[in-house]
Nanobody, 112 residues
Framework: QVQLVESGGGLVQPGGSLRLSCVGSGFTFSNYPIWWYRQAPGKERELVASVSVTGSSTIYADSVKGRFTVSRDNAKNTVYLQMNSLTPEDTAVYYC?????WGQGTQVTVSS
């Protein structure tokens, strides 16, 4: 059974940092690129970042470039999203995704 499980969300003050994790199981994790998406209340789900199978290639949305870093550890079947300099506009549920599979999401709230 394919599963993606996100963790690491929470409440953080503006300017703060969080690191999200996405653990995959039930498939050969190292064979697939992984995407991070987010969905804010009342908005459509949007792409945040993606990482290639080896981690050597990454893509970022313009809104997070220079602040977020995506990486992966295939030995741990895990993809990370390091988020720095967070703003209230980053408040959303964050999901990891590959092919047709979504995780359950983890809530990130940026507020003072």
């Amino acid at each position: 059974q394919v599963q993606l499980v996100e963790s690491g969300g929470g409440l953080v003050q503006p300017g703060g940092s969080l690191r999200l994790s996405c653990v995959g199981s039930g498939f050969t994790f190292s064979n697939y690129p992984i995407w991070w998406y987010r969905q804010a209340p009342g908005k459509e789900r949007e792409l945040v970042a993606s990482v290639s199978v080896t981690g050597s290639s990454t893509i970022y949305a313009d809104s997070v470039k220079g602040r977020f870093t995506v990486s992966r550890d295939n030995a741990k079947n895990t993809v990370y999203l390091q988020m720095n300099s967070l703003t209230p506009e980053d408040t959303a549920v964050y999901y990891c995704y590959f092919i047709d599979y979504w995780g359950q999401g983890t809530q990130v709230t940026v507020s003072s």
